[in-house]
């Protein structure tokens, strides 16, 4: 056990326990601490390991040390887990990825600070980037690209060649159609099936028969 790589995960909501979980079980990674901002800290341990403020992270649990991963949700279209990464980089950490073992995954490029939850396929020829959390159960398609800060929810379908710019997020079930490719900034809702491109921050819903946008500058 001594050859586990240091992790501390920021976060201390349900994303956070889940990505513990998962490090701690089916990983090279050990988890040593869970980090927060100061005035979001209301105590001192959690899951049984200690919570540091992330403004002195650097002094406790150092980069030269110490990987990080940013245990956070969707929130405003991914930026919220996107300025943390980037202020975690800025510190000089390096953020780690958990790929799991029960994803089929053909070694195409994944970047860092990436969640690939079980059940993922993953064909050949994808690319996907920087922050990016595929929940469980999703279809990756051949030559298909996601780009970095985005949310696949579970059991979504990205056909083969889809281009998904950043921060966008995928709700459970949704559908791309071959070839499409969505804006930064958009929101597929569930069950949404989507049969053309996506222009920069629209938001798709599922109707009764098909899906629609519905209205684009949601930020």
């Known amino acids: ?7 501390v995960i920021f976060g201390t909501g349900l994303i956070a326990e889940v990505s513990e979980f998962y490090f701690r079980t089916d990983s090279a990674y050990q988890v040593d601490a869970f980090a927060n901002a100061r005035e979001f ?3 001192d341990q959690f899951k049984g390991k200690p919570v540091v403020e992330f403004e002195r992270l650097e002094k406790t649990h ?3 040390e110490y990987e990080i991963f940013i245990a956070l949700g969707y929130a405003k279209t991914n930026q919220v887990r ?6 975690a980089k800025q510190k000089g950490y390096t953020c780690a990825t958990y790929m799991s073992s029960r994803a089929t995954y053909f070694g195409t490029p994944v970047g860092e600070n990436c969640l690939v939850l079980e059940n993922n396929v993953i064909q050949p020829f994808v690319t996907i980037g920087h922050n990016v959390t595929l929940w469980s159960g999703n279809h990756v398609g051949h030559h298909s690209r996601i780009a970095d800060h985005c949310f696949i929810s579970s059991h979504v379908v990205i056909s ?3 281009e998904i710019a950043e921060n966008c997020f995928l709700g459970v079930n949704a559908t791309l159609r071959d070839n499409i490719k969505l804006g930064k900034f958009v929101v597929v809702g569930s069950g949404s099936v989507v049969l053309n491109d996506c222009e920069e921050r629209s938001v798709v819903q599922a109707a009764a028969s098909s899906s629609r946008v519905i209205r684009r500058d949601v930020i």
């Open 1 to 7: 056990m001594t050859d586990m790589k240091k992790l």
């Open 62 to 64: 150092p980069p030269s």
């Open 82 to 87: 996107q300025s943390r990464y980037l202020e």
């Open 160 to 162: 083969g060649g889809c």
């Open 41 to 43: 800290i209301k105590d």
